[in-house]
Structures are given as structure tokens and as C-alpha cells.
């Protein structure tokens, strides 16, 4: 069994990542293989909404630009696992735009088959940390739910995190991957 995060934060030892870690860190007290992935270590370009918005995407899972950056290989690193936690920074009440760019495109591969994408079911634990001011969490939680739903993952748990409630969320992240390790063991493959 194997569950992977994908935290999109550039600061890789701030509470985004941190966030990520921790659920990692439950998911792995149980022998769970895991991985963290920092996003922002990876390009990703916009899409190009090519053709007529939809291009080759909605038609087959390939994309123009499928050789032009990493957005293949990180999808076929959350195909390949059983659960995955999504942690993003809050910037201005939503995703960061790596988060955001990631996104986009895996929704517009993914939707036009939701029913039969590798995705339909996988379970996710969402995640949105808000330092700085620390308004925002739950808004910018309820867009990953958003963008997720789409593709369509199975939501595990989300933790809207700010500063001032960091303490009490890392913990609930760390039973959170616990919790989606424990689901997975009793899931077939």
C-alpha cells in the first residue's frame, strides 16, 4: 500500500509541508510506503486549452504538451498510489498557483471519463494552510474539494489549518493519514 502527498508550498520546511508530512508520518505508522512531493521541485505549464478548449485531452488521456514538462510523471505517481493528501499554502483565500496550475490540468484530462478514470474513488485527505494572517483556510479548503470532486477523488478528511490552530491540525493531520492507511487495508485492490 502507498499513499503520496503532493504539498505545493515553495517553503519546504513551512506548515504546508509540514501539514503533509505529518499525515505521511500517521500513514506510515501503519507500514505504509509513502511519499511526499513538492510540487513547486516540478514544472508544470498552464494549460493551453488547445483546439477548441478541449484539444486532445478530452478526446484521449494525452495532452500537447505531454512531453514538454512533469505533469505526466506526477500523475502517474498519484495514479500508481492507493491514497493521496493534498496540501496547499493559502494564497489570497484559495490554492497557490502551482496547486491551482496542477490542477487544472488533471481536471480537464480527467473529467471527460470521470466514471472511468484511474482517479474515480481513490481516496484524498485535502489540506489548505493559511500562515501570515491565517484567514482563509476554509475557503481555500472548499476549492480543493472543488477541483477534486471533478476528477472525481473520494474525500477522506479536509483540514482548513491556520496559525493560530497549526498545533491542534498537525495532529489531526497525522491521525488523518492514519485513518485513510486504516481504510485502504481493508480495500480491495
Not at 33 to 56: F, K, M, S, Y
Not at 122 to 128: V, Y
Not at 180 to 185: S, T
Amino acid at each position: 500500500m502507498r499513499i503520496v502527498a503532493l504539498q505545493s508550498s515553495p517553503n519546504r520546511d513551512g506548515l504546508t509541508a509540514g501539514l503533509a508530512a505529518a499525515a505521511l508520518r500517521g500513514a506510515a505508522s501503519l507500514g505504509t510506503e509513502t511519499e511526499l512531493i513538492h510540487l513547486n521541485d516540478h514544472p508544470v505549464n498552464l494549460c493551453r486549452a488547445c483546439g477548441d478548449g478541449w484539444g486532445q485531452c478530452r478526446r484521449k488521456e494525452d495532452c500537447i504538451q505531454k512531453d514538454e514538462d512533469d505533469f505526466y510523471a506526477l500523475r502517474e505517481k498519484l495514479i500508481a498510489a492507493d491514497g493521496v493528501i493534498f496540501a496547499t499554502p493559502v494564497y489570497f483565500w484559495d490554492l497557490s498557483e502551482s496547486a491551482r496550475t496542477f490542477l487544472d490540468r488533471l481536471r480537464r484530462s480527467e473529467w471527460p471519463r470521470r466514471q472511468e478514470s484511474a482517479f474515480y474513488g481513490k481516496p484524498f485527505i485535502g489540506i489548505a494552510a493559511a500562515g501570515g494572517s491565517g484567514t482563509g483556510s476554509p475557503r481555500a479548503v472548499k476549492c480543493l474539494e472543488d477541483y477534486l470532486n471533478w476528477i472525481p477523488f473520494s474525500p477522506v478528511a479536509f483540514l482548513p489549518v491556520s496559525r493560530q490552530n497549526k498545533d491542534l491540525q498537525l495532529a489531526a493531520a497525522e491521525r488523518a493519514g492514519q485513518f485513510m492507511a486504516e481504510q485502504l487495508r481493508g480495500r480491495p485492490r
